[in-house]
């Protein structure tokens, strides 16, 4: 099983500002793929990188695969109160389940 | 499209009480899941099922059973439930063509709490 570390754990930010969370791993990955989840609902699916190296944009959000396919990140730019949930970023294992990190919670607050 | 509907959303039990969670699918997906949630520990896969009459063990089992009995449906029973039980439950499918980079769908979740 693959561990997924992301970091922080928690980020409260103003409106406006820039954020960046993380997903770490010893393990290399097929791909990786990050969601997001609100209060009261499953998580939903933002993006998925699988080739090093690659950069995919989703309007203010910005994800990144690192070239060693061990790590990625997301940043977003100008945060707003919509961007407030959990996002979770999970590892295809090749044999049918995705292992899931423990999330960063983000409050961004008006 | 109702996508992946659960059932029930929310339940109490008493310790020791027996249960089903259902989990219904439209999309004709091949694959599907249920996971737990707790607070810190992210989403940790209980069993899953590639297929009709198939199922596997996931990272944390104990204390679970499943059923795929039909295609569209994955059944997860809690025997004799346990406090450390508590947790908010996921159901998620995808289409199993491609097991790898394929999105997973998933349910509004079923909040349990056992006294």
């Known amino acids: 099983t693959q561990l997924l570390e992301q970091s922080p754990q928690f980020l409260s930010i103003q409106e406006g500002e820039n954020l960046t969370v993380y997903c770490n791993s010893s393990?290399?990955?097929?791909?990786l793929q990050w969601y997001r989840q609100e209060p009261g609902e499953g998580p939903v699916l933002l993006v998925t990188?699988?080739?090093?190296?690659e950069v995919k944009k989703l309007k203010r959000l910005t994800f990144q695969f690192g070239d060693a396919r061990k790590d990625s990140s997301l940043h977003i730019t100008a945060a707003q109160p919509g961007d407030t949930g959990l996002y979770l970023c999970?590892?295809?294992?090749?044999?049918?389940?995705?292992?899931f990190g423990k999330g960063t919670m983000l409050l961004v607050s008006p | 499209n109702a996508g992946v509907t659960q059932t029930p959303k929310f339940r109490v039990l008493k310790t020791g009480q027996s249960m089903t969670l259902l989990c219904a699918q439209d999309?004709?997906?091949?694959?599907m899941y249920w996971y737990r949630q707790d607070p810190g520990m992210g989403l940790r896969l209980i069993h899953y099922?590639?297929?009709?009459?198939?199922?596997a063990k996931g990272e944390v089992p104990d204390g679970y059973n499943v059923s795929r009995l039909k295609k569209q449906n994955f059944l997860l029973g809690l025997e004799s439930a346990a406090p450390s039980q508590t947790s908010v439950y996921f159901c998620?499918?995808?289409?199993?063509?491609?097991?790898?980079?394929?999105?997973?769908?998933f349910g509004s979740g079923t909040q349990l709490s056992v006294l």
């Open positions: 998620a499918s995808r289409p199993g063509r491609r097991p790898t980079n394929e999105k997973l769908f």
């Open positions: 393990s290399v990955f097929s791909s």
């Open positions: 990188v699988v080739t090093g190296g």
């Open positions: 999970a590892a295809d294992s090749g044999y049918s389940t995705l292992t």
């Open positions: 999309m004709n997906h091949e694959y």
């Open positions: 099922s590639v297929g009709e009459g198939t199922t």
